[in-house]
Protein backbone atom coordinates (compact mmCIF):
# COMPACT_ATOMS: atom_id res chain seq x y z
CA UNK A 1 0.00 0.00 0.00
CA UNK A 2 1.60 3.59 -0.82
CA UNK A 3 2.08 5.87 1.94
CA UNK A 4 -0.06 8.48 2.04
CA UNK A 5 1.33 12.14 2.43
CA UNK A 6 -1.04 15.19 2.61
CA UNK A 7 0.36 18.27 1.56
CA UNK A 8 -1.74 21.04 2.96
CA UNK A 9 -1.09 24.67 2.58
CA UNK A 10 -2.82 28.41 2.96
CA UNK A 11 -1.60 30.52 -0.29
CA UNK A 12 -2.79 33.84 -0.91
CA UNK A 13 -1.19 35.05 -3.57
CA UNK A 14 -0.68 31.50 -5.01
CA UNK A 15 3.18 31.27 -4.19
CA UNK A 16 2.67 28.72 -1.96
CA UNK A 17 -0.04 26.76 -4.38
CA UNK A 18 2.80 26.85 -7.02
CA UNK A 19 5.47 25.46 -4.45
CA UNK A 20 3.30 23.09 -3.41
CA UNK A 21 2.18 21.51 -6.89
CA UNK A 22 6.42 21.13 -7.01
CA UNK A 23 6.49 19.18 -4.10
CA UNK A 24 3.91 16.73 -5.00
CA UNK A 25 5.67 16.15 -8.22
CA UNK A 26 8.36 15.15 -5.90
CA UNK A 27 6.83 13.02 -4.16
CA UNK A 28 4.37 11.14 -6.45
CA UNK A 29 8.18 10.63 -8.34
CA UNK A 30 8.66 8.03 -5.69
CA UNK A 31 6.94 4.28 -6.38
CA UNK A 32 5.12 3.65 -3.22
CA UNK A 33 3.82 7.40 -2.14
CA UNK A 34 1.24 9.44 -2.84
CA UNK A 35 0.55 12.89 -2.49
CA UNK A 36 -2.70 14.86 -1.77
CA UNK A 37 -3.05 18.59 -2.08
CA UNK A 38 -5.22 20.19 0.59
CA UNK A 39 -6.03 23.80 1.48
CA UNK A 40 -7.24 24.97 4.91
CA UNK A 41 -10.31 27.31 5.19
CA UNK A 42 -10.13 31.10 4.43
CA UNK A 43 -10.09 33.09 7.82
CA UNK A 44 -10.31 36.82 5.66
CA UNK A 45 -13.75 38.53 5.07
CA UNK A 46 -14.03 38.61 1.05
CA UNK A 47 -13.80 42.28 1.11
CA UNK A 48 -10.45 42.55 2.85
CA UNK A 49 -9.27 39.72 0.54
CA UNK A 50 -10.43 42.67 -2.06
CA UNK A 51 -8.58 44.94 -0.32
CA UNK A 52 -5.70 42.87 -0.07
CA UNK A 53 -5.63 41.78 -4.19
CA UNK A 54 -5.57 38.34 -3.17
CA UNK A 55 -6.40 35.76 -6.07
CA UNK A 56 -9.71 33.50 -6.26
CA UNK A 57 -9.34 30.36 -4.61
CA UNK A 58 -8.35 27.25 -6.79
CA UNK A 59 -10.17 24.31 -7.06
CA UNK A 60 -8.55 22.52 -4.35
CA UNK A 61 -10.06 21.24 -2.17
CA UNK A 62 -10.63 21.91 1.67
CA UNK A 63 -9.66 19.99 4.65
CA UNK A 64 -11.22 19.40 7.70
CA UNK A 65 -9.17 18.85 10.94
CA UNK A 66 -10.87 15.17 11.39
CA UNK A 67 -8.71 14.11 7.86
CA UNK A 68 -5.67 14.71 8.83
CA UNK A 69 -5.55 11.03 10.78
CA UNK A 70 -5.67 9.22 7.06
CA UNK A 71 -2.17 10.11 6.15
CA UNK A 72 0.72 8.80 7.16
CA UNK A 73 2.52 12.06 6.79
CA UNK A 74 2.43 15.64 6.14
CA UNK A 75 4.37 18.66 4.06
CA UNK A 76 2.33 22.05 5.86
CA UNK A 77 3.12 24.93 3.46
CA UNK A 78 2.10 28.71 4.49
CA UNK A 79 3.54 31.97 3.55
CA UNK A 80 5.24 34.12 6.99
CA UNK A 81 3.44 37.05 8.50
CA UNK A 82 6.16 38.67 11.17
CA UNK A 83 8.35 35.80 10.87
CA UNK A 84 5.58 33.35 11.70
CA UNK A 85 2.91 31.17 10.11
CA UNK A 86 0.19 32.97 8.52
CA UNK A 87 -2.89 33.84 10.76
CA UNK A 88 -5.17 31.32 8.60
CA UNK A 89 -2.88 28.52 8.91
CA UNK A 90 -2.37 28.83 12.97
CA UNK A 91 -6.24 28.89 13.26
CA UNK A 92 -6.32 25.72 11.21
CA UNK A 93 -3.74 23.97 13.93
CA UNK A 94 -5.73 25.43 16.64
CA UNK A 95 -8.72 23.67 15.18
CA UNK A 96 -6.85 20.51 15.84
CA UNK A 97 -6.83 20.54 19.76
CA UNK A 98 -8.87 17.31 19.92
CA UNK A 99 -6.59 15.62 18.11
CA UNK A 100 -3.75 16.43 20.27
CA UNK A 101 -5.45 15.35 23.05
CA UNK A 102 -5.95 12.04 21.56
CA UNK A 103 -2.54 12.07 19.57
CA UNK A 104 -4.10 10.68 16.90
CA UNK A 105 -1.08 12.73 14.15
CA UNK A 106 1.76 11.35 17.23
CA UNK A 107 4.94 9.43 15.21
CA UNK A 108 3.61 11.18 12.04
CA UNK A 109 6.45 13.04 10.02
CA UNK A 110 6.01 16.45 8.80
CA UNK A 111 8.51 19.05 6.66
CA UNK A 112 7.35 22.34 6.01
CA UNK A 113 7.88 25.05 3.17
CA UNK A 114 7.49 28.72 2.83
CA UNK A 115 7.54 32.12 1.46
CA UNK A 116 8.66 35.63 2.43
CA UNK A 117 8.01 39.28 0.91
CA UNK A 118 12.16 39.47 1.45
CA UNK A 119 15.82 37.97 1.98
CA UNK A 120 15.21 38.72 5.81
CA UNK A 121 11.84 38.42 5.86
CA UNK A 122 11.62 34.92 7.58
CA UNK A 123 13.12 31.76 5.49
CA UNK A 124 13.98 29.81 8.62
CA UNK A 125 12.07 31.65 11.30
CA UNK A 126 8.99 31.02 10.10
CA UNK A 127 9.88 27.40 9.89
CA UNK A 128 11.28 27.07 13.33
CA UNK A 129 8.88 28.66 15.04
CA UNK A 130 6.30 26.66 13.63
CA UNK A 131 7.93 23.06 15.04
CA UNK A 132 5.94 24.17 18.32
CA UNK A 133 2.44 22.55 17.21
CA UNK A 134 4.19 19.09 15.99
CA UNK A 135 6.04 18.83 19.58
CA UNK A 136 2.55 19.03 21.00
CA UNK A 137 0.96 16.78 18.52
CA UNK A 138 4.22 14.62 18.62
CA UNK A 139 4.83 14.21 15.13
CA UNK A 140 8.45 14.29 13.74
CA UNK A 141 10.24 17.40 12.03
CA UNK A 142 11.75 16.49 8.58
CA UNK A 143 14.17 19.26 7.20
CA UNK A 144 15.18 19.34 3.89
CA UNK A 145 18.48 19.54 5.12
CA UNK A 146 21.76 19.83 2.40
CA UNK A 147 21.20 16.69 1.05
CA UNK A 148 21.43 18.60 -2.78
CA UNK A 149 23.60 21.20 -1.83
CA UNK A 150 26.12 20.00 -4.99
CA UNK A 151 24.04 18.54 -7.55
CA UNK A 152 21.21 21.18 -7.46
CA UNK A 153 23.05 24.34 -6.81
CA UNK A 154 21.38 24.64 -2.89
CA UNK A 155 24.48 26.39 -2.33
CA UNK A 156 24.41 28.73 -5.37
CA UNK A 157 24.96 33.07 -3.99
CA UNK A 158 24.58 33.82 -7.19
CA UNK A 159 20.68 34.14 -7.39
CA UNK A 160 18.29 34.88 -4.79
CA UNK A 161 16.04 32.23 -3.85
CA UNK A 162 14.26 31.21 -1.09
CA UNK A 163 14.30 27.69 0.62
CA UNK A 164 17.03 26.68 3.46
CA UNK A 165 18.06 23.47 5.28
CA UNK A 166 14.87 23.71 7.09
CA UNK A 167 12.40 23.18 3.99
CA UNK A 168 11.57 24.50 0.36
CA UNK A 169 10.92 28.25 0.36
CA UNK A 170 10.15 30.95 -2.46
CA UNK A 171 10.04 34.75 -2.53
CA UNK A 172 6.51 36.56 -2.89
CA UNK A 173 7.77 39.67 -4.62
CA UNK A 174 7.73 37.71 -8.27
CA UNK A 175 5.74 35.80 -9.89
CA UNK A 176 6.15 32.33 -8.59
CA UNK A 177 9.29 30.19 -7.59
CA UNK A 178 12.58 30.12 -9.91
CA UNK A 179 13.55 27.30 -11.48
CA UNK A 180 16.33 26.43 -8.56
CA UNK A 181 13.27 27.13 -5.95
CA UNK A 182 11.42 24.66 -8.08
CA UNK A 183 14.30 22.14 -8.34
CA UNK A 184 14.73 22.44 -4.69
CA UNK A 185 10.69 21.85 -3.92
CA UNK A 186 10.53 18.82 -5.92
CA UNK A 187 13.77 17.36 -4.02
CA UNK A 188 12.14 18.34 -1.09
CA UNK A 189 9.19 16.15 -2.04
CA UNK A 190 11.06 13.22 -3.30
CA UNK A 191 13.92 13.19 0.28
CA UNK A 192 10.81 13.53 2.28
CA UNK A 193 8.52 10.52 0.28
CA UNK A 194 11.58 8.18 1.02
CA UNK A 195 11.86 9.11 4.66
CA UNK A 196 8.21 8.61 5.23
CA UNK A 197 8.27 5.18 3.34
CA UNK A 198 11.18 3.89 5.49
CA UNK A 199 9.32 5.30 8.51
CA UNK A 200 6.24 3.30 7.71
CA UNK A 201 8.40 0.19 6.43
CA UNK A 202 10.33 -0.16 10.42
CA UNK A 203 7.25 0.47 12.37
CA UNK A 204 5.37 -1.94 10.17
Known amino acids: MAVKIYIVYYSMYGHIEKLAKKV ?3 VNSVEGAEATLWQVPETLPSEELAKLRALPKSIVPIIHPNQLPEADSFIFGFPTRFGMMAAQ ?9 ELCKTQR ?11 TSSQGGGQETTVLTAITPLAHHGMIFVPFGIRFAYSNEFGNVKEVKGGSPYGAGTYAEREGPT ?15 N ?5 KEATA
Open 179 to 193: SIESMHAFDHGYYFA
Open 24 to 26: QEG
Open 195 to 199: ITKQL
Open 89 to 97: FKAFLDSTE
Open 105 to 115: LAGKSAGIITS
